[in-house]
């Protein structure tokens, strides 16, 4: 298999290393970009996905959203945001320019939640909507002298005709790139990941093709390249639960033993106590526990019991020796 590692352009933007880290709510913060730069980082980070208007009404320099710890550590960066209205999309937009270390605003077109699709008619709900989401994407780039992209799902049925207007539609509001998660919108996470629509977006498509769906290891990142010819490969949850995935990809080797896991573990409290406040720290924590105990063979009693602490001291009392066991 041919590993290719060229890297690509997101408008000005240059993306030196095809392997991009998902943007995922609860999870993507800053102290989990730094966790990530320690191993290897990824050719692009991600915030999570943010509303619009919490973009106005946060603190950059205070927020747990919006906030870098490093802001050149954590670069190059796409901020995400979600909005059902080109007002709200603009101002936000406006905002998100002003920050330097920002690289790239990216739309969110694919989040299925209720809570965004249903209640607050975005993410997802605007791949019914063509029109609208053409006039919120063209008042965005009117906002915004950096590279805009948007993160789709294939729609609400298998249907190429619908990809070839969804793509028109992006290519024509000047969207820089376009990620493809080739799930359905009532799919969720559930199911296989059709590769094929990635490449026929690749080849019907004008502008950069990020692929994104069930790549877990280096291989997949590989495969996914070789089948859909995609321009970056966009990984998820495989990240969380193995941070050092972008070194691998990009040649590195790790040992992978039960010092090594609980090195990372302890790296990690550290970075999320010391960034969230501790009611914050220990929902994120658990979070990332839930994807990081499947590297242990007997995960689910690590993760459960972690799951079961209120208080980040339980943690530290039991880890090291639980990952031991559980390895
Ligand atoms: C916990 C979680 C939170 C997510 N949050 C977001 C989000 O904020 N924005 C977004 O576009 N996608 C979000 N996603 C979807 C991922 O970005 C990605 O498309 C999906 O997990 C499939 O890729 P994977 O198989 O590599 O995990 C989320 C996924 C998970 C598991």
Avoid at 21 to 35: D, E, K, N, V
Avoid at 88 to 116: G, H, Q, T
Avoid at 196 to 205: L, P, Q, S, T
């Amino acid at each position: 298999m041919p590993e290719k590692l060229d890297g690509f352009k997101i408008g000005y933007v240059e993306i030196k290393f095809p392997a991009i880290q998902a943007p995922m709510a609860g999870i993507t913060h800053s102290p989990f970009r730094i966790l990530l730069s320690n191993y290897g980082k990824p050719g692009l980070f991600f915030s999570e996905m943010l509303s619009a208007r919490s973009v106005l009404n946060e603190d950059f320099s205070n927020s747990i959203y919006l906030k870098c710890i490093d802001t050149e550590k954590e670069r190059p960066i796409a901020y995400q945001i979600f909005s059902s209205d080109k007002e709200s999309a603009f101002v936000a937009c406006e905002r998100l320019n002003k920050e330097k270390y920002i690289d790239i605003v990216d739309f969110n077109l694919s989040c299925p939640a209720p809570e965004i699709a249903k209640k607050r008619k975005a993410g997802a709900f605007l791949l019914s909507d063509l029109v609208l989401s053409h006039s919120i994407l063209k008042t965005m780039k009117k906002a915004l002298t950096k590279p805009l992209t948007v993160k789709v799902r294939i729609g609400v049925k298998e249907d190429k005709g619908f990809l070839k207007d969804l793509v028109s539609m992006v290519e024509d509001a000047g969207v820089n790139a376009i990620t493809v998660h080739p799930r359905l919108v009532k799919d969720k996470l559930k199911g296989r990941s059709k590769w094929e629509y990635i490449g026929f977006v690749k080849d019907i498509a004008k502008i950069p093709v990020i692929g994104n769906g069930d790549v877990k290891t280096k291989n997949d990142f590989f495969k996914m390249i070789d089948e859909t010819g995609c321009d970056g490969v966009m990984i998820g949850r495989a990240v969380v639960q193995k941070p050092w995935i972008f070194g691998e990809i990009s040649g590195k080797e790790f040992n992978i033993d039960a010092v090594f896991l609980i090195e990372l573990y302890s790296t990690m409290l550290t970075l999320y106590t010391s960034f969230f406040p501790p009611e914050k720290a220990i929902g994120r924590i658990k979070e990332f526990t839930w994807y990081f105990s499947k590297n242990l063979k007997f995960g689910h009693h690590f993760a459960s019991m972690v799951q079961a602490s209120t208080d980040v001291e339980n943690i530290k009392s039991f880890f090291k020796e639980a990952i031991k066991t559980c390895f």
